[in-house]
């Protein structure tokens, strides 16, 4: 055999074991994953959280209760029109109040004859009229007030996380029934006792000692009357001091009282 042919015979095998080396030389372990730092986790646990409160920021209920005297003591002098006007005037106010941190609700109650849930507490955006109110009958306030409680109790219209009720009482005459004890019970009720109580006492027959008792807002004091036109200003008051908590950082806390001042009007008659 020639020396040129020894040459290629060597260069043919080394390319050969060359090519066979390649061929099945194991392939080299794929790299791991880099481990996620402590920092990194937290981000993440971070943006979850924040995603989490932000799906769950619905306003909270802030229910307002009105417990309204609709005897027929009411009837004379524009008694119950003043009332039906200032109602409505009411909520519509509470409609267009922004709802991003409370929900204004509102609920009547009515005692005249009988005590009726008059309107249901419903948000005030949806409430579209109720049926007015007409003065008839007795002063069933004890009735009332044992409807009151049993709607403060009611954990499905009013839950735990709802803001602090504002309780409305307004008459004009003195309790037809039994209302000592149903009077009691709803002052010792916790909620009750928690929540924000107004009280408006029309003309001189009211039993303004009771209203006093009802009332725990050391901003207002209990509210009399003269006038059809006090009932409005009363309940303007009580507007602004219920939209001044739905615009504040924590709606639970109290506001203050203002009431209007007087309108003069030589027509508007007042209530002896």
Do not use: C
């Not at 099945?24 to 996620?36: D, E, T």
């Not at 941190?101 to 419903?122: C, Y």
């Not at 009229?129 to 306030?141: I, N, S």
């Not at 005459?173 to 006792?193: I, M, S």
Request: proline share 7%; aromatic share 6%; charged share 25%.
């Amino acid at each position: 055999m020639g020396f040129a042919k020894y040459q290629e015979d060597i260069v043919s095998r080394f390319v050969g074991d060359a090519a066979m080396r390649t061929t099945h030389a194991p392939a080299s372990p794929a790299k791991a994953a880099a481990p996620i730092t402590n920092t990194q986790s937290e981000r993440k646990e971070k943006k979850m959280s924040s995603l989490k409160k932000f799906a769950v920021a619905t306003p909270r209920p802030l229910p307002v209760i009105v417990l309204a005297d609709t005897s027929g003591s009411m009837a004379p002098d524009g008694k119950i029109e003043a009332l039906n006007a200032a109602l409505r005037e009411m909520i519509a106010t509470f409609s267009k109040e922004s709802r991003l941190r409370a929900e204004i609700q509102v609920g009547l109650i009515t005692f005249g004859g009988k005590a009726q849930i008059h309107l249901p507490l419903v948000e005030a955006n949806n409430i579209t009229g109720f049926d007015v109110l007409k003065a008839e009958g007795g002063t069933p306030m004890g009735a009332a007030f044992d409807l009151v409680r049993q709607l403060l109790e009611d954990k499905d219209r009013i839950p735990s996380r709802a803001y602090r009720p504002v309780l409305i009482l307004i008459s004009d005459g003195q309790p037809t029934d039994d209302w000592e004890v149903p009077f009691k019970f709803l002052r010792e009720f916790e909620r009750a006792q928690k929540a924000t109580r107004f009280a408006m006492a029309i003309g001189s027959d009211a039993d303004e000692a009771m209203l006093k008792d009802f009332a725990n807002d050391v901003e207002a004091p209990l509210f009399k009357a003269h006038n059809a036109r006090d009932i409005s200003r009363f309940f303007r008051a009580v507007t602004m001091s219920v939209t001044t908590r739905t615009a504040s950082q924590n709606p639970d806390l109290s506001t203050k009282f203002v009431v209007p001042p007087p309108d003069d009007d030589p027509l508007d008659l007042d209530l002896l």
